[in-house]
């Protein structure tokens, strides 16, 4: 009869210890699939997209435009779709858009969702942009209003 309590203790311990290495494991999977942080400015969220708060910068000679997003996701080697909230600040303008496809190799952007460009005299509201030349270019599409002070 001693055997058999023995042989029932073991399989409790057995059962308790698959279930507590089960919840740690479980706990440990969510825990690291909420978002991983590298630093303050940049942190990859494995659920939504490949990097949140992407910051990039289109370095030219005759200005420097840095660029700010909520989110991104790789399209490919040289390609990043930069989403909600995307920010193009210079000394000279601003853009605000959503949607953008920044292309890093060619430091060239475009994007086909609204946008608003902002001078100290100018105000352009448009259905997309595509900025070339490594900033030295604003084309605007779509139906375009612009402001004039």
Do not use: W
């Not at 089960?22 to 999977?29: A, E, K, M, T, W």
Request: glycine fraction near 4%; aromatic fraction near 10%.
């Amino acid at each position: 009869m001693n055997y058999l309590l023995s042989l029932q203790r073991k399989y409790v311990i057995s059962i308790i210890l698959v279930i507590v290495i089960i919840s740690l494991f479980v706990f440990g999977y969510k825990s690291m699939n909420a978002s991983i942080n590298l630093d303050e400015d940049i942190s990859i969220n494995i659920n939504n997209s490949d990097i949140t708060k992407p910051k990039f910068t289109i370095n030219s000679e005759n200005q420097k435009i840095s660029i700010s997003a909520n989110e991104g996701n790789f399209l490919n080697k040289n390609e990043i779709l930069l989403k909600n909230d995307v920010v193009f600040k210079s000394k000279k303008f601003t853009i605000f858009s959503d949607d953008v496809i920044f292309n890093k190799n060619q430091q060239t952007a475009s994007s086909t969702k609204k946008s608003r460009f902002i001078s100290s005299n100018t105000s352009i509201l448009a259905n997309g942009f595509e900025i070339l030349d490594e900033g030295n270019k604003i084309n605007f599409y779509g139906k375009t209003v612009i402001k004039l002070k």
